[in-house]
């Protein structure tokens, strides 16, 4: 069950992410490593019919692939991509989540640019 796997993901991500930014150790294989679990999450979610994954792994990535060498500024918001990924987990949002779903989207496009104007 995909979900059970998302959750896995999830959980490296969210260490990965609060490892780097307590060691302020912003190089660059600790941030292709995130890089990686977040698209190689989208592509299976986008696979597997849970479209509000595909959606959020694809904005922070975006994050990380604009800002070409992230601080610590562009990390945190693509922390709070993964909060919302830790949402979708908890609650099981398949497709694209409804309007909670379309309402996290939002927030966090607007975080995506605000990041990277």
Do not use: W
């Not at 479209?51 to 990380?64: E, H, K, M, N, R």
């Amino acid at each position: 069950m995909y979900i059970q796997q998302f959750r896995k993901d999830l959980s490296v991500l969210q260490e990965k992410v609060d490892r780097t930014l307590s060691d302020g150790a912003l190089s660059s294989p600790e941030i292709d490593g995130i890089y990686a679990l977040l698209h190689n999450t989208k592509n299976t979610a986008e696979d597997v019919g849970y479209g509000l994954v595909t959606q959020i792994c694809s904005l922070a990535c975006g994050i990380l692939q604009r800002s070409g060498n992230p601080d610590e500024s562009c990390l945190r918001a693509v922390k709070a991509h993964i909060d919302a990924l830790a949402i979708i987990a908890e609650y099981d949002l398949e497709g694209d989540g409804g309007s909670l779903g379309h309402e996290m989207v939002s927030q966090l496009e607007g975080l995506a640019k605000a990041v990277n104007a």
